[in-house]
């Protein structure tokens, strides 16, 4: 499967922005997606993920503002992020992984939070 992300961009302080993350070539509803972010001299860093079935999970860092979701029917999963800090600003990327076919990444987005 291959993956594309999307959505990044520059957003001030307390802001909003909607990360995409498009899957094709494979059997999208099967995988769990991930998302990662990685800062400039930081280690990636998990952030979010949502099961097959659409079980979800945060790091504490971001839960209560972000939330990942996914539209089997697009092939897509979302990772709206609000009340943006700082702190938020990275390399976000997705990543696919089922137990059958492994695991997939896709090209990070960039996320810059800055007044």
């Known amino acids: 499967v291959q993956l594309q992300a999307s959505g990044g961009g520059l957003v001030q302080p307390g802001g909003s922005l909607r990360l995409s993350c498009a899957a094709s070539g494979g059997i999208f509803s099967i995988y769990r997606i991930d998302w990662y972010r990685q800062a400039p001299g930081k280690q990636r860093e998990w952030v979010a993920g949502?099961?097959?079935?659409?079980?979800?999970s945060y790091a504490d860092s971001v839960k209560g503002r972000f939330t990942i979701s996914r539209d089997n029917a697009k092939n897509t999963v979302y990772l709206q992020m609000s009340s943006l800090k700082s702190e938020d600003t990275a390399v976000y990327s997705c990543k696919a992984t089922s137990s059958r076919y492994g695991s997939y990444w896709g090209q990070g987005t960039q996320v810059t939070v800055s007044s």
């Open positions: 949502i099961s097959s079935g659409g079980s979800t």
